[in-house]
């Protein structure tokens, strides 16, 4: 009797490390193939990457040499490559700061018990949840020469000279990126202000007890505490700014800099070597630089999350 | 004495909505001057002083573009690619999330961890095999090839094995006990149970596929197999100085995307802070 309640019990559980034929049943049919599209999509790709990153593989080429280093020297001598990485390495180094800190801001001041809170809030996020196309088709036109566009025509308006918005790399580099900051801002207002919202109250309440101002406890209580979500938000805002490829692809499209080169960041070139010229063999090996600048960041952000938790 | 503190702080308030109130209408600035624009006639857009809103209203732009160019075959493909891909990963997280919330099985973990691994990794770092992929199965310019990749999501899984280990064992031991089979278990328990949670990573998804870009501009090279991005960007590229006509397909791509966003706001926000601080 006893014997039988327990069998029972354990077909209801599926106690140990067995499963009931149900439940074997269940497990092939409907999550095994999730997880062989992850294998196939996800890690043969990113293996495979590397395997091709030290091959010649172009679809214009039947036969595929082993090259050990060849595509990794060759990105070294090759002025598109450096400029690209200059400018991603830009890209990342004012994108980063400046959505922390622009986002931190803005959520510190929307957690002082503002009124029309959650309107400011969508406001903030909106460019976010919007394509990056249309986006950055209309900065574009903002940014137009001459009084055409809005960008010339405010400076305009205030007495200042025109700025060449799309005809010098330097400008035009950092008006992409002030696109990209634009658009990426929402993402961090609001994991900062859920983060702020996660802090306990009383915290705050005994700072401002023992006299210390607004502005204190924001510096002492809330950013130490908010810390590993700031770290979390500037590992997505590296990623986010490293593969950055939309809103230059709009932009250097017939634009003064009308091909692009100035402007060129790591993943506009991994396209154009990889589906432009079809050479695979030396995109791989862009996309593999791409990937183990990628790959540090996730490491160092597991291990930081790992060290808060203990 | 407390006349001044309140007067301070009433003007630390005001300075405040200030503040919030510039630079979130700064934010949204583009879009109000974008939506404007299109309603204007041209001679209104390529000025010499241009003004907020138009003095003459008009829908020129607006109905020109589907002679131009097949938007609604544009829009379709946009619909088709990401209900398909929302639909597989609504369920198939939701499955994996049960399996993975309550099932015991050898490898869990490992299945579990090659499932996480790759979560933070962008698309765009894998994506000549992938493009090499799809080219080898024939798929090029097929919806098959431009959805494939879509279907997985590996913040989705995580987001919902989160959400079913908080549903009681007892309750899904009660319906086995019951002889409920493992199907009946998860259509009528878990799945009722995680709805809302289903309904944000839907939306995340949707949006995230709505927006994708890179992946359609490689795959897709014939006209009739654009989304709307793709569409908007080759439309913008053949008009260039025909600045009324982009607004308006502007507009028009971003009219789906604010509709969804203004009718499912908190499930979206959740949903995002969610796939941000995901622990």
């Not at chain 1, 990113?46 to 595509?71: A, C, G």
């Not at chain 1, 510190?108 to 018990?113: A, D, G, H, V, W």
């Not at chain 2, 309140?6 to 919030?20: P, T």
Request: hydrophobic share 55%.
């Amino acid at each position: 009797m006893e014997k039988a309640l327990l069998r029972r019990k354990r077909v209801a559980v599926g106690v140990g490390s067995r499963l009931t034929w149900g439940q074997i049943g269940f497990l092939w049919t409907m999550v095994m193939p999730v997880i062989a599209m992850f294998i196939i999509i996800r890690v043969i790709p990113i293996l495979v990457v590397l395997l091709m990153s030290f091959t010649n593989y172009s679809l214009h080429r039947p036969i595929v040499k082993f090259l050990p280093y060849k595509n990794f020297l060759r990105m070294f001598g090759d002025p598109n490559f450096i400029t690209a990485f200059v400018n991603s390495t830009e890209f990342v180094l004012i994108a980063v700061p400046a959505e922390i800190f622009l986002g931190l801001a803005f959520a510190i001041f929307l957690n002082r018990k503002v009124k029309f809170e959650s309107l400011y809030e969508t406001l903030y996020f909106l460019p976010y949840i919007v394509p990056m196309v249309p986006a950055a088709i209309i900065w574009k036109w903002i940014y137009a020469p001459g009084t055409y566009g809005l960008a010339n025509y405010l400076l305009d308006k205030v007495g200042l000279p025109h700025v060449g918005w799309m005809s010098t790399p330097q400008i035009s580099l950092l008006a992409v990126i002030g696109i990209h900051v634009w658009k990426q801002i929402g993402f961090f207002v609001i994991i900062f202000l859920v983060g702020l919202k996660n802090i306990p109250g009383s915290f705050r309440e005994a700072a401002l007890v023992d006299g210390a101002t607004p502005w204190e406890v924001t510096r002492h209580v809330d950013i130490p505490l908010l810390k590993p979500v700031i770290l979390f938000g500037v590992v997505m805002a590296t990623l986010w700014a490293w593969s950055a490829f939309t809103e230059v692809y709009i932009i250097s499209q017939g634009t003064d800099i009308s091909t692009g080169a100035e402007i060129q960041v790591m993943v506009t070139r991994i396209y154009a070597e990889g589906f432009l010229y079809f050479k695979l063999g030396y995109a791989s090996a862009i996309s593999f630089a791409l990937f183990l600048i990628s790959l540090i960041f996730v490491v160092v952000q597991f291990r930081l999350l790992k060290t808060e938790k203990i | 004495m407390i006349k001044r503190h309140l007067e301070k702080k009433l003007s630390g308030r005001i300075g405040l909505h200030l503040f919030l109130g510039i630079t979130s209408f700064l934010t949204v600035s583009p879009f109000i001057w974008v939506v404007f624009t299109s309603f204007k006639p041209s001679n209104e857009i390529v000025t010499e002083t241009p003004r907020l809103l138009p003095a003459v209203w008009t829908l020129e732009n607006y109905l020109k573009l589907p002679k131009v160019a097949p938007f609604m075959r544009f829009f379709l493909n946009s619909i088709i690619i990401s209900g398909v891909s929302t639909f597989c990963i609504a369920l198939g997280s939701a499955a994996c999330g049960y399996v993975f919330a309550k099932y015991r099985f050898r490898g869990k973990d490992f299945l579990f961890g090659l499932v996480i691994a790759t979560i933070l990794i962008p698309l765009q770092t894998y994506i000549v095999p992938l493009y090499l992929l799809t080219w080898k199965l024939g798929w090029i310019n097929t919806y098959q090839g431009m959805i494939f990749p879509l279907i997985i999501m590996s913040s989705g899984i995580f987001f919902l094995r989160q959400n079913i280990m908080s549903i009681p064992d007892t309750l899904i031991d009660a319906a086995r006990v019951d002889g409920a089979t493992e199907w009946r278990v998860f259509f009528s328990i878990i799945l009722p149970l995680s709805v809302s949670a289903i309904a944000a990573i839907s939306i995340v998804n949707w949006v995230y596929t709505w927006s994708l870009f890179i992946w359609p501009l490689i795959v897709a090279n014939s006209t009739e197999m654009f989304t709307m991005e793709l569409g908007l960007m080759y439309f913008q590229r053949e008009f260039a100085v025909d600045y009324g006509g982009i607004m308006a397909a502007c507009v028009i791509t971003l009219l789906p995307v604010l509709a969804v966003f203004l009718i499912f706001r908190t499930r979206i926000i959740e949903g995002v802070a969610f796939t941000g601080i995901k622990r």
